[in-house]
């Protein structure tokens, strides 16, 4: 195999008939397989590759390994890749990318998302130039039309916005069973798919949510908050700076409850904490903590302020009533 096809793959430079003859070649032997691993392995250590390149590679790695597609075949399974992002974008960033079938015409869309893991927040810039901060557990996707003719995306997680202006195109976040459209703005999306409720608080600009039940302006400063499963939606004014303070390191809140506060803190560490008690469920609070804190220090800071205590068993942090 000639060593300038593979710098060529590395670097996203392909045609997808040469794409397809590595692929064969990198299927006839483990000895192939740990050549190019090498080769790619002394290319990376002198380059920061492109998101692009990083996808390709998880994309020809996912389908080696799937063994679902052999040499004699001339078409390619669909599948989903995955990838750690640029270390210009951020560590523990991973972008993943939909590929079709791989003879695909130019017309036939790729899906693309990003995904902060937990334990880990993650900037983007979206191809209109878009400034995206996305928190612990959380997907952001789009398709490859983005910025064509539409600039609609889908989040299930939190994500701070601020968005540029395009009056002819408006921006369209999309989260389960509700939207929220902009044409340019400032805002934070807590939209995680296992939390009851999608709460969205507006910094700057205005936003429009809608549903199928309900649909609302909002201006800045105001939260509102939707319940997909009763189909409830709520408005109500909020210190808006609170919502978007984990961008900057710290968590700062002049109300919320336990459950929620201790669920934050399970994505944003990347740990396990089960609750065992319901005794402070609506009982709220005012917390203030910065990400150099550790877990540790910030749950025995709250046995100071609540009557709870905590024990740590087998790596999972038990709260309990006192």
Not at 32 to 45: A, G, H, I, T, V
Not at 150 to 177: C, Q, W
Request: aromatic fraction near 10%; charge should be negative.
């Amino acid at each position: 195999m000639n060593t300038e096809l593979i710098i060529k793959y590395l670097e996203g430079q392909l045609s997808h008939d040469q794409e397809k003859e590595l692929f064969g070649w990198l299927c006839a032997s483990e000895h192939n397989m740990q050549l190019f691993r090498e080769l790619e392995e002394e290319w990376k250590s002198k380059h920061i590759p492109s998101v692009e390149s990083l996808a390709m590679l998880q994309n020809l790695r996912k389908a080696i390994n799937s063994n679902t597609v052999s040499r004699s075949r001339k078409k390619w399974p669909r599948l989903w890749v995955s990838a750690a992002a640029a270390v210009a974008i951020v560590a523990g960033l991973f972008v993943y990318a939909m590929y079709g079938n791989m003879e695909r015409t130019e017309t036939e869309k790729q899906i693309f998302a990003v995904e902060a893991p937990m334990g880990a927040h993650s900037k983007i810039s979206l191809p209109d130039g878009t400034q995206v901060w996305l928190n612990a557990g959380s997907v952001l996707s789009y398709d490859s039309d983005f910025n064509r003719s539409t600039r609609d995306i889908i989040l299930n997680g939190e994500a701070y916005f601020e968005v540029m202006h395009d009056a002819d195109k408006p921006f369209r976040v999309n989260v389960g069973s509700c939207s929220f459209t902009v044409l340019g703005t400032k805002f934070n999306i807590n939209a995680y798919e296992d939390d009851s409720i999608v709460q969205t608080v507006l910094m700057e600009g205005s936003l429009r949510f809608e549903s199928d039940l309900a649909q609302d302006v909002m201006v800045p400063g105001e939260m509102i908050s939707w319940n997909p499963a009763e189909k409830i939606c709520s408005k109500e004014k909020v210190n808006a700076n609170q919502y978007r303070s984990w961008v900057n390191g710290f968590i700062l809140y002049d109300s919320i409850t336990l459950p929620a506060l201790l669920k934050r803190l399970a994505r944003e560490y990347n740990i396990n904490i089960s609750l065992e008690t319901d005794k402070f469920n609506d009982r709220s609070f005012r917390v203030s903590y910065t990400n150099g804190e550790s877990v540790d220090a910030i749950l025995s800071s709250l046995c100071h302020i609540i009557p709870i205590h905590v024990a740590r068993k087998d790596g999972i942090y038990y709260v309990y009533g006192r």
